[in-house]
């Protein structure tokens, strides 16, 4: 089992910036990538971002390509999502995810269903 905990959620006016953060603790040797997802009330569940450990290949969703930026510590098994120049449109519950080693990352990084591990959230709240 992999145990992923989301922090550094809040409310920011629009224009600011908060960084979120996972930490992934347990099996982690199992997971090739991960990934970052958000839900916004009566919504689907989406793509934000996504790297690999250990090529850092990165994705974005187009709505948050320039804004938004993930990075990895691949030692402490860290991951991190830095989002500037946020929209009310960002607001959302946002949800960190593991993607198991069997999955091909490059076809299925954006998929919901492809990750195995979630951890509980964490509410971002942009006002306008």
């Known amino acids: 089992q992999v145990q992923l905990v989301e922090s550094g959620g809040g409310l920011v006016q629009a224009g600011g910036s908060l960084r979120l953060s996972c930490a992934a603790s347990?099996?982690?040797?199992?997971?090739?990538?991960m990934g970052w997802f958000r839900q916004a009330p009566g919504k689907e569940r989406e793509f934000v971002a996504s790297?690999?450990?250990?090529?850092?290949?990165?994705y974005y969703a187009d709505s948050v390509k320039g804004r938004f930026t993930i990075s990895r510590d691949n030692a402490r098994k860290w991951v991190y999502l830095e989002m500037n120049s946020l929209k009310p449109e960002d607001t959302a519950v946002y949800y960190c995810a593991a993607l198991g080693l069997r999955k091909n990352y490059y076809s299925h990084y954006d998929t919901v269903s492809a990750y195995d591990y979630w951890g509980q959230g964490t509410q971002v709240t942009v006002s306008s």
């Open positions: 347990g099996r982690t040797f199992s997971t090739y990538a």
């Open positions: 790297i690999a450990w250990s090529t850092a290949t990165t």
